[in-house]
């Protein structure tokens, strides 16, 4: 996951609603590459399975105490949200393909 302070220009440049939550479509590709280029981005590793694992990590308090298992494509992104699992403490074992791009939001 992205996330950036609300921005008027994103908002109205992608048609979106401030706070809505959507599935990206064509349209909306462009923007994951815009927000690292023009601001400073915290990325969070997400989905709602590693959300939980990451809850469960930092409820152990111990590092590598819990671990997920998924796929990523070989890009900027898995590189991305490998670090941010290694910095929550999940120990991550990830598939990596050149088929698909890595889930972005």
Not at 26 to 54: C, M, S, W
Not at 81 to 101: I, K
Request: with cysteine.
């Amino acid at each position: 996951e992205q996330c950036i302070s609300n921005n008027a220009f994103f908002v109205c440049r992608y048609e979106l609603k401030s706070g809505d939550i959507i599935l990206a479509d064509e349209k909306h590709k462009p923007i994951y590459d815009e927000l690292v280029e023009n601001f400073k981005v915290d990325f969070i590793a997400g989905g709602a399975t590693q959300n939980a694992i990451r809850v469960a990590q930092w409820m152990l308090l111990s590092e590598k105490a819990t671990a997920f298992i998924g796929c990523v494509g070989k890009d900027k992104y898995s590189e991305e949200l490998q670090r941010c699992c290694e910095q929550d403490g999940v120990e991550t074992y990830y598939l990596e393909t050149e088929e698909a791009p890595t889930g972005t939001c």
